[in-house]
């Protein structure tokens, strides 16, 4: 069984920076494409980048783009997200997610993911 724990959320002023990190259990993390989603008070969680088995290849949503970094460390077996900029928009509960399977490289569809982490929540001031 796979366990994604995330960590690094807070309070932060407007224009601060967070990074968050996700870290996995098992052998297989090298394997698998790996994401970051999002879920804010009343909206549906939605997509925030993904990243390659390798690290090579990352997708992001336009509304972080140039402001946020996906990243990963397989010898860690863990993913980071590095938040810069931050906005009050950018308050929410942030998740990170495991790739359905090997094959399945970047995405931005909820529905290729089926690890989950428990959440950190990033709350941004204005």
């Known amino acids: 069984q796979v366990q994604l724990v995330e960590s690094g959320g807070g309070l932060v002023q407007a224009g601060g920076s967070l990074r968050l990190s996700c870290a996995a259990s098992?052998?297989?993390?090298?394997?698998?494409?790996m994401a970051w989603f999002r879920q804010a008070p009343g909206k549906e969680r939605e997509f925030v980048a993904s990243?390659?088995?390798?690290?090579?290849?990352?997708y992001y949503a336009d509304s972080v783009k140039g402001r946020f970094t996906i990243s990963r460390d397989n010898a860690k077996n863990t993913v980071y997200l590095q938040m810069n900029s931050l906005k009050p928009e950018d308050t929410a509960v942030y998740y990170c997610?495991?790739?359905?399977?090997?094959?399945?490289?970047?995405?931005?569809?909820?529905?290729?993911?089926?690890?989950w982490g428990q959440g950190t929540q990033v709350t941004v001031s204005s």
């Open positions: 997610a495991r790739a359905r399977a090997p094959s399945f490289t970047i995405s931005s569809h909820l529905n290729d993911y089926d690890y």
């Open positions: 990243i390659g088995r390798t690290g090579e290849l990352t």
């Open positions: 098992g052998r297989t993390f090298s394997s698998y494409a």
